[in-house]
C-alpha cells in the first residue's frame, strides 16, 4: 500500500471515530491557518488581531439604555466573545455563521473580547 493510501484510510478511520466538534475544531484551526489569520489562542489582551472563524451563539441584549449583540466566535483554538454596542440585531450575524473579524482583544471578566469588531461575512459551515 502506498503512503498516500495509507494516510487516506488514516485520516479516514480518525473521521470516522472522533468526536464530531473535535474534528470541527481540527478543521477550523486548519482553515484559519491556511488563511494566514492569528489564532485565537495566541491573542492576549491589547493585541489588533485578525481571524477567522465560526460564530457558536449568538445573543442580542436589549437593555433599554445599551443595546448589544453578543456572539461567541471559535476559531478551533479558543473562544472570543465579540460585542457591538448600540445594536440590536446584525443581519448575517447568526449562529454556524463562518467570519473574518479584525480588532483589538480586550478582557472582560477573565474571558478574551472584542468591541465592535471589523468583520466579513464568509460562507455557512
Known amino acids: 500500500m502506498s503512503p498516500a493510501a495509507s494516510g487516506y484510510f488514516r ?20 482553515t484559519s491557518k491556511a488563511s494566514g489569520a492569528r489564532r485565537a489562542s495566541e491573542c492576549r489582551r491589547g493585541d489588533e488581531a485578525t481571524m477567522v472563524g465560526r460564530l457558536r ?4 441584549c436589549s437593555k433599554s439604555a445599551g443595546a448589544t449583540v453578543q456572539a461567541e466566535f471559535f476559531d478551533g483554538t479558543d473562544a472570543i466573545t465579540l460585542v457591538w454596542i448600540g445594536r440590536r440585531r446584525i443581519p448575517g450575524i447568526e449562529p454556524g455563521r463562518r467570519i473574518l473579524v ?4 480586550g478582557d472582560r471578566d477573565g474571558r478574551k ?11 455557512n459551515s
Open 11 to 30: 485520516r479516514l478511520g480518525r473521521r470516522l471515530t472522533e468526536d464530531i466538534d473535535q474534528l470541527d475544531a481540527q478543521e477550523l484551526a486548519e
Open 57 to 60: 451563539c449568538v445573543e442580542a
Open 102 to 105: 479584525r480588532g483589538r482583544v
Open 113 to 123: 473580547v472584542i468591541f465592535n469588531p471589523y468583520y466579513e461575512l464568509r460562507g
